[in-house]
């Protein structure tokens, strides 16, 4: 998953936050803080049009891929810092030196 992808959310823990499962919304934020997406979704309400949760990867489901590139996603980075950003490249997780991090693409919690 990615910056612009389409997701569902697969719990019911965030019912407090007005997020239920089976909710669609998009995730709004290429960084994955505490393997969490920022996602964002329409509050379908006259009073706020969006509403905005921290949303667990495990608990999120792709719906559609964007076509967002990685270029894309580093230029809504603020200034990155390259030690701790990564992208995934040529099936690892690297920060912007080059740095292997992971062995496996898309395994967050390694």
Known sequence: MKLYDKVKVTSNKYENQNIKKGEI?????????????????DNNSKTDW?????????????????????????EEF???NR???????????KNLKGEK??????DYDS
């Open 25 to 41: 919304g998009t995730i709004f934020d290429p960084l994955i803080l505490h393997n969490k997406f920022t996602c964002i979704f």
């Open 78 to 80: 603020p200034s990155p």
């Open 50 to 74: 969006y509403k905005y949760c921290d949303i667990d990867i495990n608990d999120l489901e792709l719906i559609e891929s964007s076509n967002a590139t990685e270029k894309m996603m580093l």
């Open 101 to 106: 991090k992971n062995k496996i693409a898309y």
């Open 83 to 93: 030690s701790f950003w990564c992208i995934v490249e040529d099936g690892y997780i």
